[in-house]
């Protein structure tokens, strides 16, 4: 199985600053039939199911503000939130689907300082 | 957009079977795009997929659970189920539903919409 490895596990920031969290895969998650990495993220909200932010590293779903972006390539990949809100509070998890089984990352969680 | 809703017991004892069901509503079960699966999440843990299911019948199962693992599908209730034998307590989690996205040629699954979870306890 694709191990995914998020850090931090957690990080506090102050509303408007930035958050970085990072992913890293064990192996290559970049599929060459389309040239795109198959990395999702999603955020999960207390007592929420998690909800899909971005689909091959970097392309946001429909509905997610554009302070979210995410970027990498190859097996390191890294999710910005730009411009804190308090609304972003939650757990981050990254999800490779390059291979089956899909694995997840731990999880981070963001939380406002 | 789809809405799903997981059913079934929140407590289940030692050795027996979890059995849960998800009901979908606001778009059909059959759709030709897309798959429907299980995901579960222990106690402050990651996140685990336990498989997919085609509206056809087709299965994918996470190889660590495929022994006691059986999914089924009921197009006509608009509803998925599954089965899970020989329960201990490393089966107690948090169960979803979730409408996927099969891509055939890397075998990689995506989850767009999610049910809200059932907490299932396996404890006597």
């Known amino acids: 199985d694709i191990v995914m490895t998020q850090s931090p596990d957690s990080l506090a920031v102050s509303l408007g600053g930035r958050a970085t969290i990072n992913c890293k895969s064990s192996r290559t998650v970049l599929n060459s039939s389309n040239n795109k990495n198959c990395i999702n993220w999603y955020q999960q909200k207390p007592g929420q199911p998690p909800k899909l932010l971005i689909s091959w590293a970097s392309t946001r779903e429909s509905g997610v503000p554009d302070r979210f972006s995410g970027s990498g390539s190859g097996t390191d990949f890294t999710l910005t939130i730009n411009s804190l809100q308090a609304e972003d509070v939650a757990v981050y998890y990254c999800?490779?689907?390059?291979?089956?089984?899909?694995?997840f990352g731990q999880g981070t969680k963001v939380e406002i300082k | 957009q789809p809405q799903l809703q997981e059913s079934g017991p929140g407590l289940v004892k030692p050795s027996e079977t979890l059995s849960l069901t998800c009901t979908v509503s606001g778009g059909s079960i059959s759709s030709s795009d897309y798959y429907w699966g299980w995901i579960r999440q222990p106690p402050g843990k990651e996140l685990e997929w336990i498989g997919s299911i085609y509206y056809r019948g087709s299965t994918y199962y996470n190889p660590s659970l495929k022994s006691r693992l059986t999914m089924s599908v009921d197009t006509a209730k608009s509803q998925f189920s599954l089965r899970l034998t020989a329960v201990t307590a490393a089966d107690t989690a948090v169960y979803y539903c979730?409408?996927?996205?099969?891509?055939?040629?890397?075998?990689?699954?995506?989850?767009?919409?999610w049910g809200q979870g059932i907490l299932v306890t396996v404890s006597s």
């Open positions: 999800q490779q689907y390059y291979d089956s089984p899909p694995t």
């Open positions: 979730a409408r996927t996205t099969y891509y055939y040629e890397i075998s990689g699954y995506t989850f767009d919409f």
